[in-house]
């Protein structure tokens, strides 16, 4: 922590007759606090600024005709600052901010949801007096009032001390929700039409206005937990349950690679509440919402309990026992072994899963043909991997913070990586970040970290990355840092080119991808040219580091780079597979989802371990249910490269894909030692650092840029951050939070469709279309966005294509050619 | 000898009992009355339209001190409504299997929902049938009280119950007070006609066995 250990003036003051030796600047509340005082607040938060709007932190300063907030006041030499300990002004002043505030605030406790957690209750009972002088009716709203699907507003309850309209603006950048009105009437809201005199029923219900704006932000559930009292609550947790019978478990976030640490609140069995985790180093103490509520796929009724198998007779999966199962999938996968196992293992798994795959690729099926990326990608990704990221810590979020200039590539750091973004919305806001997007167009999220854009078309970001001026100043400044998304894959010489211009440049390259566990996998060594450490297989050496470690003979691991996903699925669908062994992946997620689904039919063996029922499970040969992440302990990488470890929240029979894996492997007459958590971490805790050389940046070209004729753009595409993922099923209202779908389109091609905002847009391919509202959008010439995963427009599955693709674009609806294009397919 | 004299002295003491008040009760015949503010099994007590008191707080479970308690709110809507107000508990449950009858649930009780009865019957053949649910414990439906789910009968909002029930007492007659008592003091245990007492799952009579001659 730099900012700790840099030289600063320090002043000395007393506080209740102690001396203390303060920084410059700070403020008293906080020195107090370190000396373990404890000042009633509830406006101050310490990662907000300073609004002293509670006036519940009066202090007594000597020398001050009147108390003082301090949570305002900074210290200085020489002050002699008395709290309601030692001064009975303080005190009185306390108890008289506290029958204020409680003046209006309704006796509601036992239905509240903040009940048994709330300061305000707390702080009463320490600082308020025992009655309050106020026998006036209470002022009341209308109650609860909806602010966002999954936010709920008690105006009633609200003491005004903005913390979350703070929170929106300050931290996450969007400004939904503000004071309005004024005096008694002073109350948080967001933008309703008939708050204005406009339409809307008056009610106070947002939404029903034609202009209302709910409280559109992907970071709305902080504001509910860091206020202060239950004015802001969720509607997934309404009225569950009560802080004392929840059993809180501190855990880390499985959703992104951002790595959050997290706090999840259970009972009787059931996940009930998540909030975000203290860790300064990672997600100070937001979260995102995705992360927050996206948990309920846990509980959804297709969960897998016992294993299947897929009967003889009848062609059916029925559920059998663990040792038919286990024996059935040990003789398959013996007998497919000659043919060749492919292993696509995802990018959900912990580090100790992921590691138990690669080890039983290699060990029990003797191939490298594993690869955790289930998305579109390159050989050229695997090289750059290898090069770039595999053990590369590199860059932090402190780093991002302090950073003077980032470069964004292929990725959008708000749908994609949302705690990063808020790292560098705080470096953009507080210090001195300039973020620089090679994108398509301005999203949202980079409008709020002031990015400059350099306007790129899908596929054209190599050549941009090579050649373009504006990306090579920014990167010129010591410091300076190139993040890549994994979209970055697709753009053929795109990550060559990262590699070089940070290698060119100076600046620090950070890879980031999408999933909680595709950072992980690379260091396990679930990718066809990489075992555990980042070891190149076709480096003897490497190999030899690892049959040492593994206690096999050196020719056990084999030397030559496996298949990719893209190969396996190919292979597969050919007929050359003698078997797949599949974790959690979608086939939706892969770059042709109808080839993988017809992969999985063609293998002759499918061994699936999944959570739910999916695609892939409904054409597996033998099923085996494994824990979600609540169900289990283990570790994820973040794109740091940071160990986010964490034990388990509910201790269920829920087996571990490893202990799944070694009890497979047991049956084939091998010894794979990925039984438990602990003994993993041992074994990779023991491996000694690679000696083997790094391999050296791949050098792929730019491709040409794809020529479109009339009627046809060039498709730009990411992923919301609340889409149709397998992870965020069965939860309707976080899905209500969703942002809409559209079809994004620039000028030059609504001018040339004739389509105004709202108006349908259909974009096809010969596979199918997709049609969905435009939205006019300053785009690169001749490029058109699709959200990949939103409803109505899951991309890979209807177009069969991913961002870079020539498609056809039409005005409404499809016609009747693209029509039937869609039935035959 | 004195053998002898000592076996009369020791018959003359059965022989005098046989005078004394009989203390042995007929029950289960004719159970005991106990002491008005005996404290046994919880009621869940209704408002005078029959919607229910508990609005699912959880403080009575906090409060308990034996664990026995279970609730989970559950949000009232317009279209389905068990409680005034936003709130309601969706499970209730106490387990007599854990209760102390220690009555600390009761003063915790915002609402006044949760009282105690003198039904002391509560003996059960399994640990499952301890588990008392709302069917078991929310009190019998008074005439003028209808069957929740309904919409608010008696005012506006959840203030018009509150306040009201300062000036009406008898919102919670038929949990404390024997519903057909007509003045409403009468103890449930000893009504006139037990016969006539609301058959419970604690309570199973049985018939013909009235027991007016032994009172």
Redesign the interface.
């Known amino acids: 922590m730099t900012d700790v250990a840099k030289k600063t003036d320090t002043v000395t003051l007393t506080i209740d007759g102690i001396e203390v030796v303060a920084e410059k600047g700070e403020l008293v509340i906080r020195v107090a606090e370190r000396m373990g005082i404890a000042i009633p607040r509830f406006c101050d938060h310490p990662l907000l600024a300073p609004a002293g709007a509670c006036r519940q932190c009066l202090v007594d300063i000597e020398g001050q005709r009147k108390p003082v907030a301090s949570c305002t006041q900074t210290v200085a030499e020489g002050m002699v600052v008395k709290t309601q300990l030692t001064s009975p002004v303080a005190a009185k002043a306390q108890g008289g901010v506290m029958e204020l505030l409680l003046a209006n605030h309704p006796l509601d406790?036992?239905?509240c949801d903040k009940?048994?957690e709330c300061p305000l209750q707390n702080q009463a009972m320490t600082n308020g007096r025992s009655d309050s002088r106020f026998k006036e009716h209470k002022r009341e709203y209308e109650?609860?009032i909806h602010i966002s699907s999954q936010v709920l507003l008690d105006r009633e309850r609200c003491i005004l001390c903005q913390r979350c309209t703070r929170f929106s603006e300050e931290i996450a950048g969007d400004k939904f929700i503000d004071l309005m009105d004024r005096s008694s009437g002073e109350q948080i809201n967001v933008y309703r039409d008939d708050f204005f005199g406009g339409t809307g029923t008056g009610d106070g219900q947002a939404g029903e206005g034609e202009g209302d704006i709910p409280f559109n932000s992907y970071f709305s559930g902080n504001t509910i937990q860091i206020c202060p009292v239950g004015a802001l609550t969720g509607e997934q947790y309404?009225?569950?349950?009560?802080p004392?019978?929840l059993v809180s478990t501190p855990t880390a976030c499985e959703h992104c690679a951002a790595g959050c640490s997290m706090r999840a609140d259970h009972r009787r069995g059931k996940v009930l509440r998540r909030l975000a985790g203290d860790d300064p180093a990672v997600n100070e103490e937001w979260n995102c919402d995705k992360g927050r509520w996206g948990f309920q796929y846990q509980v959804a009724n297709d969960r897998i309990t016992a294993p299947l198998l897929r009967d003889a007779k009848t062609g059916e999966l029925r559920e059998v026992s663990w040792s038919e199962a286990l024996l059935a999938a040990a003789e398959g996968l013996k007998a497919a072994k000659g043919a060749g196992v492919g292993v696509l293992t995802g990018g959900r798994l912990t580090v100790e899963d992921a590691y138990a795959y690669a080890k039983f690729a290699r060990v029990a099926l003797g191939t490298n043909d594993i690869d955790f990326r289930s998305r579109p990608l390159s050989a050229e990704e695997a090289d750059f991997l290898a090069s770039s990221v595999a053990g590369v810590t590199d860059v932090t979020y402190e780093d991002v913070e302090n950073a003077p200039s980032a470069v964004i590539v292929g990725l959008e750091p708000e749908e994609e990586c949302p705690i990063l973004f808020l790292r560098l919305r705080k470096g953009h806001s507080r210090k001195k970040l300039q973020v620089t997007a090679v994108a398509p167009f301005l999203s949202r999220g980079f409008e709020k970290l002031g990015a400059a854009l350099v306007k790129a078309v899908p596929g054209d970001e190599a050549r941009l990355l090579a050649d373009d001026p504006a990306i090579a100043a920014a990167l010129a400044t010591p410091g300076a840092l190139l993040f890549v998304g994994e979209r970055l894959a697709t753009v053929p010489g795109g990550l060559s080119a990262a590699a070089a211009l940070a290698a060119r440049t100076g600046a620090r390259l950070a890879w980031v991808p999408r999933r909680a566990g595709d950072r992980g996998a690379i260091d396990a060594g679930c990718l066809p040219n990489l075992l555990p450490g980042g070891r190149p297989v076709t480096d003897p050496a490497a190999r030899a580091e690892i049959s040492l470690a593994w206690k096999v003979e050196t020719g056990a691991v084999p030397g030559t780079t496996g298949r990719d996903t893209d190969a396996i699925v190919a292979a597969a669908a050919a007929g050359q597979l003698g078997g797949l062994l599949v974790a959690g992946v979608d086939p939706g997620d892969l770059a042709d989802p109808r080839l993988a689904e017809q992969a999985l039919d063609q293998a002759g063996f499918v061994v699936s371990l999944e959570l739910r029922h999916s695609a892939v499970t409904r054409r597996a040969d033998v099923v085996f249910p494994v824990a979600p992440a609540a169900e289990k302990s283990g570790t994820y990488l973040d794109w740091e490269g940071r160990l986010r470890s964490f034990g388990t929240v509910l201790p269920t029979t829920a087996m571990t894909d490893g202990r799944v894996l070694e009890a497979v492997a047991a049956l084939m007459d091998v010894t794979l030692g990925t039984g438990d958590v602990m003994t993993i971490r041992r074994e990779l805790g023991a491996m000694p650092v690679s000696k083997a050389t790094r391999p050296s940046a791949p050098s792929v070209a730019p491709a040409t840029r794809s020529e479109t004729g009339a009627h046809e753009a060039v498709l730009a595409s990411w992923h919301h951050l609340i889409d149709q993922g397998s992870l965020l099923d069965g939860d309707a209202v976080l899905a209500g939070t969703a942002r809409p779908p559209v079809a994004r389109i620039g000028k030059d091609l609504a001018e040339a469709l004739g389509v105004v905002d709202g108006d349908a847009v259909t974009v096809g391919t010969d596979r199918g279309a997709i049609t969905l509202p435009a939205e006019v959008t300053d785009l690169a010439p001749r490029v058109v966005w699709l959200p990949t995963n939103s409803p109505g427009s899951t991309l890979r599955r209807s177009l069969g294509v991913t961002a870079g693709a020539v498609v056809r674009l039409s005005a409404g609806r499809p016609g009747p050619v693209l029509a039937s294009s869609e039935v035959s397919a | 000898m004195g053998t002898f004299t000592g076996s009369f002295k020791g018959f003359g003491v059965t022989f005098a009992h046989m005078f004394r008040k009989v203390i042995t009760t007929d029950y289960p015949f004719t159970p005991p009355t106990p002491a008005p503010r005996y404290h046994g099994r919880h009621i869940l007590n209704r408002h005078p339209d029959g919607l229910e008191k508990c609005?699912?707080?959880?403080?009575c479970?906090?409060a308990c001190p034996a664990d026995a308690i279970y609730v989970?709110?559950?949000?009232n809507t317009d279209e389905e409504r068990y409680s005034p107000?936003?709130?309601y508990a969706g499970i209730y449950q106490i387990n007599y299997a854990r209760c102390i009858f220690c009555g600390l649930c009761i003063e915790a009780c915002?609402?006044r929902s949760l009282t105690m009865s003198n039904e002391y019957e509560l003996a059960r053949d399994s640990r499952q049938d301890l588990i008392f649910t709302k069917k078991e414990l929310l009190a019998p439906l008074l005439p003028g009280m209808e069957q929740p789910p309904h919409p608010m009968r008696l005012g506006e909002t959840d203030k018009d119950y509150y306040i009201g029930a300062l000036t009406n007492p008898g919102t919670s007659v038929g949990a404390e007070r024997a519903p057909w008592s007509e003045t409403g003091t009468e103890d449930a245990a000893t009504a006139a006609d037990t016969d006539a007492r609301p058959e419970t799952a604690g309570t199973l009579r049985r018939p013909g066995q009235s027991t007016k001659e032994a009172v």
Do not use: Q, S, V
Not at chain 2, 55 to 59: F, R, T
């Open positions: 406790c036992p239905t009940g048994g109650k609860p309404r009225f569950r349950a009560r004392f019978d | 609005i699912g707080c959880e403080l479970a906090w989970e709110g559950a949000n107000g936003e709130r915002p609402t």
